[in-house]
Protein backbone atom coordinates (compact mmCIF):
# COMPACT_ATOMS: atom_id res chain seq x y z
CA UNK A 1 0.00 0.00 0.00
CA UNK A 2 1.32 3.84 -0.55
CA UNK A 3 0.82 6.05 2.06
CA UNK A 4 1.41 9.18 2.85
CA UNK A 5 1.52 11.02 6.19
CA UNK A 6 1.12 14.77 6.01
CA UNK A 7 2.72 15.89 9.20
CA UNK A 8 2.33 19.92 11.01
CA UNK A 9 4.02 20.21 14.03
CA UNK A 10 6.75 22.84 14.99
CA UNK A 11 8.45 20.90 17.13
CA UNK A 12 10.70 18.10 15.95
CA UNK A 13 10.98 16.36 19.35
CA UNK A 14 7.03 16.67 19.96
CA UNK A 15 4.77 13.81 20.81
CA UNK A 16 3.57 14.22 17.23
CA UNK A 17 6.84 13.82 15.55
CA UNK A 18 7.23 10.58 17.56
CA UNK A 19 4.07 9.52 16.29
CA UNK A 20 4.52 10.21 12.62
CA UNK A 21 8.49 8.80 13.27
CA UNK A 22 6.99 5.37 15.04
CA UNK A 23 4.31 5.06 12.16
CA UNK A 24 6.80 5.15 9.08
CA UNK A 25 8.98 2.49 10.86
CA UNK A 26 5.91 0.65 11.56
CA UNK A 27 4.08 0.86 8.16
CA UNK A 28 7.66 -0.02 6.18
CA UNK A 29 8.19 -2.85 7.97
CA UNK A 30 4.97 -4.10 7.19
CA UNK A 31 6.08 -3.99 3.68
CA UNK A 32 4.56 -0.46 3.00
CA UNK A 33 5.46 2.26 1.19
CA UNK A 34 5.35 5.25 2.86
CA UNK A 35 6.28 9.14 2.01
CA UNK A 36 6.00 12.19 4.52
CA UNK A 37 4.79 15.69 3.97
CA UNK A 38 6.52 17.44 7.04
CA UNK A 39 4.97 20.73 6.61
CA UNK A 40 7.13 23.02 8.91
CA UNK A 41 10.12 21.52 7.63
CA UNK A 42 9.56 21.93 4.06
CA UNK A 43 8.64 25.62 4.92
CA UNK A 44 5.42 24.83 3.05
CA UNK A 45 3.60 28.19 1.63
CA UNK A 46 0.14 27.43 3.20
CA UNK A 47 -1.27 31.08 1.62
CA UNK A 48 -3.44 30.27 -1.40
CA UNK A 49 -3.14 32.83 -4.05
CA UNK A 50 -2.78 34.42 -7.75
CA UNK A 51 1.40 33.03 -7.36
CA UNK A 52 0.02 29.25 -6.99
CA UNK A 53 -0.80 29.71 -10.98
CA UNK A 54 1.65 30.26 -13.86
CA UNK A 55 -1.30 30.84 -16.06
CA UNK A 56 -4.30 32.60 -15.61
CA UNK A 57 -7.91 31.96 -17.28
CA UNK A 58 -8.93 35.20 -15.66
CA UNK A 59 -6.55 37.95 -14.95
CA UNK A 60 -8.69 40.54 -13.37
CA UNK A 61 -10.26 38.62 -10.94
CA UNK A 62 -8.93 35.60 -8.84
CA UNK A 63 -11.82 32.57 -8.59
CA UNK A 64 -9.29 30.14 -7.12
CA UNK A 65 -11.13 27.11 -7.40
CA UNK A 66 -11.52 27.66 -11.26
CA UNK A 67 -7.71 28.61 -11.68
CA UNK A 68 -6.84 25.55 -9.83
CA UNK A 69 -9.34 23.81 -12.85
CA UNK A 70 -7.39 26.13 -15.49
CA UNK A 71 -3.82 25.48 -14.15
CA UNK A 72 -3.87 21.86 -13.53
CA UNK A 73 -4.78 21.27 -17.26
CA UNK A 74 -2.51 23.61 -18.79
CA UNK A 75 0.48 22.06 -16.42
CA UNK A 76 1.23 25.25 -14.84
CA UNK A 77 0.16 24.55 -10.82
CA UNK A 78 2.66 26.26 -8.95
CA UNK A 79 5.81 23.26 -8.20
CA UNK A 80 4.85 23.11 -4.62
CA UNK A 81 1.08 22.37 -5.13
CA UNK A 82 2.14 19.92 -8.28
CA UNK A 83 4.48 17.79 -6.29
CA UNK A 84 2.09 17.24 -3.31
CA UNK A 85 -1.11 17.17 -5.47
CA UNK A 86 1.44 13.57 -6.96
CA UNK A 87 1.82 12.35 -3.57
CA UNK A 88 -1.59 12.65 -2.51
CA UNK A 89 -3.09 10.88 -5.79
CA UNK A 90 -0.59 8.14 -5.87
CA UNK A 91 -1.63 7.45 -2.14
CA UNK A 92 -3.91 5.00 -1.16
CA UNK A 93 -3.89 6.33 2.14
CA UNK A 94 -3.62 9.45 3.56
CA UNK A 95 -2.79 9.93 7.31
CA UNK A 96 -2.88 13.58 8.79
CA UNK A 97 -1.19 14.25 11.74
CA UNK A 98 -0.70 17.38 13.58
CA UNK A 99 -2.10 18.82 17.64
CA UNK A 100 -5.38 20.81 17.76
CA UNK A 101 -4.96 24.34 17.96
CA UNK A 102 -7.52 25.96 18.82
CA UNK A 103 -10.37 23.56 18.06
CA UNK A 104 -9.11 23.18 14.92
CA UNK A 105 -5.48 22.04 12.94
CA UNK A 106 -3.05 24.07 12.56
CA UNK A 107 -3.11 26.67 9.25
CA UNK A 108 -0.20 25.34 8.12
CA UNK A 109 -2.24 21.98 7.60
CA UNK A 110 -5.41 24.08 6.51
CA UNK A 111 -3.18 25.80 3.72
CA UNK A 112 -2.13 22.47 2.48
CA UNK A 113 -5.48 20.92 2.08
CA UNK A 114 -6.49 24.24 0.72
CA UNK A 115 -3.94 24.74 -2.38
CA UNK A 116 -3.19 20.62 -2.79
CA UNK A 117 -7.41 19.42 -2.35
CA UNK A 118 -7.97 21.11 -6.12
CA UNK A 119 -10.96 21.32 -7.96
CA UNK A 120 -11.37 19.71 -11.00
CA UNK A 121 -9.24 16.73 -9.55
CA UNK A 122 -10.28 16.17 -6.25
CA UNK A 123 -13.90 17.68 -5.87
CA UNK A 124 -16.21 20.19 -7.97
CA UNK A 125 -18.38 19.55 -11.36
CA UNK A 126 -19.65 16.06 -10.26
CA UNK A 127 -16.68 14.55 -7.74
CA UNK A 128 -18.50 14.92 -4.84
CA UNK A 129 -19.24 12.01 -1.95
CA UNK A 130 -19.26 8.70 -3.58
CA UNK A 131 -18.63 9.88 -7.41
CA UNK A 132 -15.26 12.68 -5.54
CA UNK A 133 -11.99 12.57 -7.20
CA UNK A 134 -10.61 10.67 -4.16
CA UNK A 135 -12.57 7.85 -4.36
CA UNK A 136 -11.06 4.30 -3.14
CA UNK A 137 -8.72 6.40 -0.81
CA UNK A 138 -8.40 5.81 2.72
CA UNK A 139 -7.80 8.85 5.20
CA UNK A 140 -6.67 8.58 9.07
CA UNK A 141 -6.66 11.65 11.72
CA UNK A 142 -3.93 10.99 14.07
CA UNK A 143 -3.70 13.94 16.15
CA UNK A 144 -3.02 15.10 20.00
CA UNK A 145 -4.63 17.37 22.48
CA UNK A 146 -1.78 18.89 25.19
CA UNK A 147 -1.70 21.67 27.86
CA UNK A 148 1.01 22.20 30.43
CA UNK A 149 1.57 20.11 33.72
CA UNK A 150 0.69 23.05 36.13
CA UNK A 151 -3.16 22.45 34.16
CA UNK A 152 -3.75 19.03 34.41
CA UNK A 153 -3.55 19.16 38.50
CA UNK A 154 -6.39 19.95 41.43
CA UNK A 155 -7.19 23.44 41.22
CA UNK A 156 -5.70 23.71 37.91
CA UNK A 157 -7.64 25.37 34.58
CA UNK A 158 -8.15 21.56 33.56
CA UNK A 159 -8.91 20.09 36.91
CA UNK A 160 -12.20 17.97 35.98
CA UNK A 161 -9.61 16.17 34.00
CA UNK A 162 -7.20 15.35 36.40
CA UNK A 163 -6.46 11.99 38.03
Given at each position: M?????????E????????????V?????????V??????????????S??D?????????L???????H?????T??P????E?????????V?FN????????????????DR???S????G???F???????GK?????????A?????VR????R????
Open positions: QILIVHAHNPQSFNAAMKTLAEELRSQGHSEVSDLYAMRWNPIAAAFDSRANSEYTYALEQRNHTQHLADIHGLDKLLNADLIFPIYWFSMPAIMKGWIVLIGVCYGKRYDQGGLVKAMLAITVGQPHMLGGVHRFAR
